[in-house]
């Protein structure tokens, strides 16, 4: 049975998937589904923020995938184009993605839930990148952890400062590819899409719910990190500051005896000390008196 | 009378209470009472975000019970998550959290009130968990003041910037737990609910005001942890340029002599103060005076 | 003429003025009005946040009332609940506080106001509690001034750090007692509140923009205080800048003819220097060359 | 003609201008155009915010005038507060304003559009108020042009850090003069107000747009204002840096000779080089070699 | 045909293209199209804001164009005032600005959507000005990554600072022209405009998306360049607390030869060392041992 004639059974509809397909195999699927100039413009070109777009009897949804490389430690991102229509789903996967064929072995296994048509194969879709992202996140909290151990530990160094700004921009990354999908979700929850049957709202409403907690775990590192960053600064300065007490003492007490030696250094005729024959320990203790002293007291108030 | 009877009489309603219940017990409830596929499996999953769902002719609430462990200094959270339907309110308990066999009492206690039904219920519930968050946040005003205390007699160290930390991720956690709930209970008393009997709306009112009170302590411990940071920074600053002052005081100070000392142990054949007998006498007040002038200008300006 | 005949007689209303009332007179005005528990329990418990709430037929209002200690140049904070209906006035007193007797002088000396009603009544508190504000920020005003004057003296000190810390909790604690007033003005202007006739609504907004200026001026407070500070952490830093500076060119200036000098002391047997008979002068003439070269040096560059 | 018969004339209006008037003459206008009582009220107290008040018949508008002392380098603000009528503008100013003579000139010179009646007036005056502060925002951006001047020519100095904190209070001052009017533009534009005729709304629009566009160069000036004062700090650490490591490589530079001097200034009986006939210059190449070999070290690590 | 004829056929339309054209000129087409007063003095003026405006039956837009100036690095802005009517397109550049002539050309390789009219030039104009800003926000992106660079590299200097402010200059201007048109593209995209026929809806859709887009690349690159700031912060002080670090260390490992040398240089009679044939060595021996101790205890808690 052809494409065509599949097309035109009321109770079925097509799943296509491409991966990163050329503009003629594009313009192809275009004309089969009817959709619209610009979507396959945004389909081919990809780089587009994730979004929900309704082009007169099909849907068009951008979203971004995103995977942990664990070799490099780097989030790969890339991008997944769906159009949603009555008779259709067709899936265009754009750099880092996983396929898609989980999804469908999963659907097929419940065909009670996907009779409910297209709409349910959305969500399907939208709920396996979305809980991809939970991986990442708790690897990025791992990631914050360790850095937490490394500032207050005190080895922090150059790394500690690159390592918080990576972590800021890979939360940015995330921030920016998640927190759209709160808009998509609440518009296929509530606005009146023919293509989404009543009883798969609650389905879209757990999607939401996915989307919301990582945003919110996405914020609370970033508020984490800023107060990890100050903490450091914070700590940094705590050191700096002890460094110099520790200094400032050090200097005081080799300063002391200096000056004494220098003073019976100097080459004055008459200078009664230098002949008593007890001169040279008494002046040797007074030296190790003063530094003692001076020890003590810093010792007591801390600067050492 | 079995569970299926008591749900045939109009004017009752059954009250079951759960502690991390296995998926078995949970699947049997869910038959029980009809609940949602979705709903089952965020209760038995935990690791939710408060929320208020509804579905179909059920509520859905998951609330963050959380409880001060005195012993470590740790705030420890929980999950409730209630089922709440015409004749029957289900509570699953999760992590830390009290027994709700109080709650319990304290309604039996009031029949007259019990008698508006589930939707109270509902209320005592929320009412219970929400106000064991206030002795949480006093707990952690007086870790504030403890910390302001640090900082203002300057008895700050490494531990103090650690502690800051800590009471920022605390009040972080708390917000998260609480401020989800000011839309929960803002649902509760204003759409048309017919769980929720127009007579007990205030009563949801009171807890409203609750979460909007913790809301804003929260948010101002916040705000006064911000502030006594910037403090601490500053006041290591301060700290820093005394010691900077004193150390460029005291070298100065120390400096001098010991230039005039070496000036005088130099071997020149011809340097008529060294054969003089009062060179030495006055080479000492010299050194003397100059410790003197410059200690003395030190201390007028505030170095030292 | 007892409070039940005066509460029968339509163009009459009773105003009731208690200070920390017992509970048990509490609950005798609740019966003798027909006041809601809730509201009663809120009035005995004081520690509630300004709120307007709706009853039925009666309104209960929380004010935050603040006075300032000028012996202890510290705010104290009150409370005032009032319960307002057709044909009385409660007000409750907690804290520092004013009585409310001016207000009533001040009241019935305008009798074709007074007989606007209880609504009146409740706009001549409000405007009373708020005013009273004003004398409170202008202090807080005086206050920032002194600070900024310490600050740009550079007389700045520890305890200048600490009066800032304490300027802004006092502004968080104004701003939590007067904002929420901004929405329950609002709600008595706007909204169908048959106890507020039309022509009072001007005064509760004349109210409203006293709240509006109040939170203005604090907001403003609140960033000139931030300013303040950054002003205070820059200015201690470019003055351990100066520090830094003048401790590196004193040090420099003092190590050369020390280091000369050491030379000069040293012991070899053949240093032609020495004998000369113009060596010692020539000598010293070189270390007051070198050190008024580089004194000129240093001060042409801006670090002594 | 007197006041009141030229009220009385269907196609005629009355312009008032008052400065500072007496409370007095206040009255005397009020019972004139039947003004209401609190807004006299304000009118005379003057220190209100800017806002748009509607009395039964007619509008009072609340505006802050400014004008730039050139001679003492301060923004002075005052107030004007205009009573609109069907018959009637009657304008207040208080403190610094420019006379409104000019705006009635030049509404003379158009009287086609001043046909359109009071709302056009209250248009002329507003724009006239409004367009005086672009040459002071444009003072403001060249004062901040001279502090980045200032502070990328680091000629940075306490001086910077007290005009940056001036220049903030400044920008302060104009928002909150500035911002209200967003609202009361809004107002004047929307809202179904009659003495507003359609065919001046398009002119309001032209107000509402300047007012914008004060506001965004307000908010921009204050953007760059704290990039620049960051800026500034990390200049300052940048140079307290630098300083620190001149510091710490003169003082090795120094240190060597001194320390090698010291030891050949030791008077042990028996130390061979100081017999030696080349000791001496072979110690002071020593010295030199050594002085040397530093300072290159230092310079190549960009330390000196 | 002249101008009046073909604004007269009901299929046809105009499309005029100026370039800071006179003032006579402006009015010369003001006549000819009815345009309003205000938008032509607008349009004469230059230094407005990308704004909307709709007179009678045409629209007045504003757009804000801008051009890297490869040369010196510096973005020129310019403004292009559009008005358009059912008859009509006029657009006015001033400043830097490329030509129209590509969009016309452009349009008319596409006839069929070309007469779609006035509103799809309206399209082709916007999109091809919001084009224009993606390889400005794509050298702002090199520029922030070549900041990195030099700031992990810790190649920082004075200039990092400078480009950094002034990227961030950059950065409010670019958003300051792009995020007004948020606004302009929704009031395009969703009011009943009869100039905007339904068909031309998807194409302000996508201008919309790429003005969002363009606005959250500089949003992202505004919040990097904050965290890039606060790490560069953050390295000058690891940095200068390492330099206070190698000071203290060589300071100390200076002072303890230098001390022990003054000791042995004082010149009293009885100094049993001094005449030891081994005192020299042993005493050389002593220095050496001390520095080398003081050397490895510094490295191994790393000071140097």
Redesign the interface.
């Known amino acids: 049975m052809g494409l065509g004639d599949a097309l035109k059974q009321p109770d079925r509809f097509v799943w296509i998937g491409l991966h990163e397909p050329t503009e003629e195999l594009l313009r192809e699927v275009q004309r089969a589904f009817g959709l ?1 100039d ?1 979507a396959i413009e945004d389909a081919h070109r990809a780089h ?2 994730p ?1 929900l ?1 309704r ?1 007169d009897d099909g849907l068009f949804v951008v979203l971004r995938t995103a995977q942990m490389n664990r070799d490099q430690r780097r989030i790969e991102f890339g991008e997944t184009h769906l159009f949603v229509g009555r008779r259709y789903v067709v899936s265009v996967r754009h750099g880092a993605s996983l396929s898609y064929a989980e999804v469908r072995a999963r659907c097929e296994a419940m065909p009670q839930l996907l009779c409910m048509g297209p709409g349910f194969v959305l969500y399907a879709l939208m709920d396996f990148v979305v809980d991809h992202y939970f991986p990442i996140v708790d690897a990025l909290e791992d990631e914050l952890e360790a850095l ?1 151990d490394e500032i ?1 530990g ?1 080895q ?3 790394g500690t ?2 390592r ?2 990576e972590l ?2 890979d939360l ?1 990354e995330i921030k ?1 590819a998640v927190s759209p999908l709160v808009d998509v979700c609440n518009r296929l929850m509530r606005f009146d899409l023919e293509l989404i049957p009543e009883d798969t709202r ?2 879209f ?2 999607v939401y ?1 996915h989307v ?2 990582i945003n ?1 775990i996405v914020d ?1 590192l970033r ?2 990190l800023t ?15 002890d ?6 003492g ?3 007490i ?6 004494i ?11 009664p ?3 008593h ?1 007890l ?2 320990p008494a ?2 203790g007074l ?1 190790l008196g003063a530094c003692g002293f001076l020890y003590l007291q810093f010792k007591r108030s801390g600067w050492l």
């Open positions: 619209h610009l587009q923020r979004k777009e082009y937490e207050f005190e922090f160094s150059r400062t690159r918080i700004h800021k921009r940015l920016r609650p389905y409403r757990d719910d919301i907690r919110e609370n508020e984490l107060s990890a960053l100050e903490a450091n600064l914070s700590l940094i300065s705590v050191s700096q500051n460094a110099m007490k520790k200094l400032t050090w200097a005081a080799f300063a002391v005896p200096t000056m030696a220098g003073i019976y250094g100097m080459n004055f005729r008459w200078m000390e230098l002949e024959p001169g040279y002046i040797m030296m």
